[in-house]
């Protein structure tokens, strides 16, 4: 309870004075230019320098993804969005949740219960600003995606709390489209 209470109440504010992402104007497929790497279907490990990172993503996304920064609470369009589909890293495209896996935990930030796989994210511990967390990257380019706490809902009891602006999201009715075009060639 008190982890939770410091992560949804404490936490914005303390870092309501450190340097922030500016609100995401929109992190969906249809209008975020892509960077060579970002691919749904390739899934080989992204091992590109920090200069290179500088180069390809927008300044919001890469203090996010490669900087480890936060986005302000309550800012991303992706917090309460209740479409059924995809959520991706917006850094290189690999597949991070599934939509019915999201859930309003009241911290400003989109919540999960489970990633879309084992693969999908990597863990490592956060003792930033006097905390003990449990950081979460992507498993394909290892961008900062947010963290993970013990204070979610069944069945994993788990709350990864993630940065907006590093996700990408993809309705499933789009996805199906793609898919059926797919198959018809």
């Known amino acids: 309870m008190v982890t939770r209470l410091l992560s949804v109440v404490?936490?914005?504010?303390?870092?309501?004075?450190?340097?922030f992402s500016q609100p995401a104007k929109n992190t969906t497929s249809?209008?975020?230019d892509k960077n060579k790497v970002y691919s749904r279907t390739d899934t080989?490990?992204?091992?590109?320098?920090?200069?290179?990172?500088?180069?390809?993503?927008?300044?919001d996304v890469f203090n996010v993804a490669r900087?480890?920064?936060?986005?302000?609470?309550?800012?991303?369009p992706l917090e309460n969005?209740?479409?059924?589909?995809?959520y991706y890293c917006a850094v290189c495209g690999n597949a991070l949740?599934?939509?019915d896996t999201k859930f309003e935990s009241g911290c400003g930030w989109p919540s999960f219960y489970?990633?879309?796989?084992?693969?999908?994210?990597i863990y490592a511990p956060d003792n930033s600003y006097g905390m003990e967390r449990t950081e979460v990257m992507c498993g394909r380019c290892k961008s900062h995606l947010g963290h993970v706490f013990n204070d979610g809902p069944p069945p994993t009891g788990l709350r990864f709390c993630i940065n907006g602006v590093v996700l990408d999201f993809e309705k499933a009715?789009?996805?199906?489209k793609k898919y059926n075009e797919a198959q018809k060639k």
């Open 10 to 19: 404490l936490l914005p504010l303390l870092f309501w004075n450190c340097s």
């Open 114 to 121: 489970e990633p879309i796989s084992k693969t999908s994210i």
């Open 81 to 86: 969005l209740k479409e059924k589909g995809t």
């Open 97 to 99: 949740f599934k939509s």
């Open 67 to 76: 900087m480890k920064g936060t986005e302000r609470a309550w800012t991303s």
């Open 173 to 176: 009715s789009a996805a199906e």
């Open 30 to 32: 249809k209008t975020m």
């Open 44 to 59: 080989s490990k992204v091992n590109l320098s920090e200069e290179e990172w500088k180069k390809v993503l927008p300044e």
